[in-house]
């Protein structure tokens, strides 16, 4: 079952094809550069880093470990274009991330919403982490009172129940030798 | 004295077996099947030219008042072809209609797949450029939805249908619906 669900289409496409994408975008970016009225390629420019950001911040549902930036599968270049145009339509980039939720949820945001679901991924890793600083420093605390206890031990003190006993059982043992 | 002793041993035990259990479900889950936001939602409005008739179309307010099947397939998907028998055989049994949506490709590709491989289906639409895939969340194919009489999706069928979905899951939800 999970194999066939693996077999799913559309994987085929996660090879990478960047080197090429990006130099032919190069060349495409060059000439429409040279083309376009200078006011109309800043205002490009603009757009191009805006959407650049937002999708290295939305996953690519193809290739799962891929931004939307990076992936080259069909479905990532249908989402940027789908993207671009809710952008140049004055949409931001609330509104952008809300229609990407809404249709794939959550999981395209590779920064998750902090809500009662993700409270365990959010602040697990701190409560961990100060359960275990709990634990150091009890232990810590004992380890310093048992040295403590056993450089004071002088000839009037009296010595614990359980460590005259383990000695007595050494003295025996070594009697039976 | 004797709690604290009882914890040394217990707590991390415990612990252990916390961590065992969460890996052991992980490893039945496949991180591939990403649920659908849109489950228990209106399904999303489109309106699509057929396969077999270009010139007309088939809108989701067509379809309402019955509960039916949306299989999203392409003719270059290899996946397709192993629910295919599946399709043909519900198909012959007339339990609920099936609209094919062909995704992503090309309509005389989709119309020669289907003659050769059978046509399941009651109706094809065509979505040319994957517009109304997105709108569903469709993020490979196969993928089935079950939509009910007042249109909204009420299951999704991520990668090939298999006997056991439909016996155990899709059939029962489909008879439950056309009931209600």
Same mark, same amino acid.
Do not use: I, N, T, Y
């Given at each position: 079952m999970v194999g066939l669900v693996a077999t &799913?289409?559309? &994987?085929?496409?996660? &090879?990478?094809?960047a080197r090429v994408r990006n130099s032919m975008a190069l060349v495409a970016i060059s000439v429409l550069l040279t083309c376009a009225p200078l006011a109309n390629a800043a205002a490009d420019d603009a757009l191009d880093a805006r959407l650049k950001h937002l999708e290295t911040e939305l996953r690519c549902l193809v290739c799962q470990n891929q931004t939307l930036a990076e992936s080259n599968a069909p479905l990532a270049e249908d989402l940027r274009r789908e993207v671009r145009e809710l952008a140049t339509a004055g949409k931001s980039d609330e509104d952008i991330r809300a229609y990407l939720v809404a249709r794939y949820g959550d999981f395209v945001l590779y920064n998750p919403p902090v809500k009662p679901v993700t409270y365990a991924l959010w602040f697990g890793p701190f409560l961990l982490l100060a359960a275990g600083v709990v634990v150091w420093v009890a232990l810590l605390r004992r380890r310093s009172r048992a040295s403590r206890e056993a450089s004071t031990l002088g000839d009037g003190d009296s010595v614990p129940a359980g460590a005259l006993s383990r000695a007595r059982v050494l003295l025996e043992d070594d009697r039976t030798l | 004295m004797a709690a604290t002793k009882v914890l040394r041993w217990s707590l991390p035990l415990a612990i252990f077996a916390v961590v065992l259990a969460f890996l052991f479900v992980g490893l039945f889950r496949d991180p591939r099947e990403v649920p659908s936001p849109l489950i228990g939602k209106p399904a999303p409005d489109f309106s699509l030219a057929r396969l077999h008739q270009p010139e007309a179309r088939l809108t989701n307010q067509d379809m309402r008042g019955q509960v039916w099947l949306l299989n999203v397939w392409a003719?270059?998907?290899?996946?397709?072809r192993v629910e295919h028998p599946l399709l043909l055989d519900l198909a012959k049994a007339n339990l609920v209609p099936v609209i094919g949506l062909a995704y992503k490709d090309k309509p005389t590709d989709g119309l020669a797949w289907l003659t050769s491989n059978g046509d399941p289906y009651k109706m094809s639409i065509v979505d040319l450029d994957g517009r109304v895939g997105i709108d569903f969340g469709v993020y490979g194919v196969p993928e089935t939805f079950v939509i009910d009489k007042s249109g909204v999706i009420r299951y999704k069928q991520i990668g090939p249908l298999t006997e056991d979905a439909l016996k155990q899951t899709i059939l029962p939800l489909v008879r439950e619906l056309q009931r209600s």
């Open positions: &799913r289409c559309d &994987r085929h496409a996660c &090879r990478e094809f | 003719s270059w998907c290899v996946s397709c």
